[in-house]
Each structure stands twice: as C-alpha cells, then as structure tokens.
C-alpha cells in the first residue's frame, strides 16, 4: 500500500497481537535487514501492549522492503505498516529548545 507519511527508516505496525513479544517482531522484519531498534509501547496503567510498534532500520531500502510486508498475517492478526510520523520527534526538539533557552537564564545565579 501507500503510506501518507514521508519514507523514514522507522516505521509503524499496527494490527498486531496484544501479547506480541519483541523476538516475534524481530522474526518478521530480520529479512529486511538490520533492525537498530524495537520499541513496543504499553498502557501506563495496565502494562499490556498496545498492539502497535515501531522498528528502526538502519537504512531506508531496509524499511522499504518492511513495508512489503503490509497485510502479511502475523499471530492471526493481519499487520499493517506504514512509515513512522516524523511530527513527534520535531515537537519533542521544539521543547527540549525551549528548556535550552530557559537553562541559559539560569546560569545567571553566580553573580
């Protein structure tokens, strides 16, 4: 399929098995290629996994052949993947800017 997000070596899978685990993942997506990172996030309340992860590829032609992968069934649930949204990790630098800023002012307390 498509993605409506612009190509990134991360990308998003969605649709998977709540009690997916990190090696299942791994197992899917090692013939892409080198996988850096697996990050599968869980409810702060309960600790069950979300049913979504991310994995971060070491090159673009690697998440490019993880996004043939859209439909495949894995654990019964067929998976969807698209390329992870890079408009959170921009935010997250706008804040970590402003903290920057305000650290600066700060430094003004040895007068």
């Known amino acids: 399929g498509e993605s409506r997000n612009d190509p990134s070596t991360t990308v998003f899978v969605g649709n998977l098995s709540f009690d997916i685990r990190e090696e299942d ?8 290629g080198s996988i850096k990172a697996i990050r599968i996030p869980t409810d702060r309340d309960t600790g069950r996994v979300k049913g979504f992860a991310y994995i971060e590829f070491e090159t673009l032609d690697q998440s490019k052949k993880a ?45």
């Open 67 to 111: 996004m043939e992968l859209q439909g495949l069934s894995v654990r019964g649930r067929d998976i969807r993947v698209d390329y992870a949204k890079a408009r959170t990790e921009r935010s997250f630098d706008r804040r970590r800017g402003g903290d920057r800023y305000g650290g600066g002012g700060g430094g003004r307390k040895y007068g």
């Open 25 to 32: 993942i791994e197992d899917v997506f090692r013939d892409c």
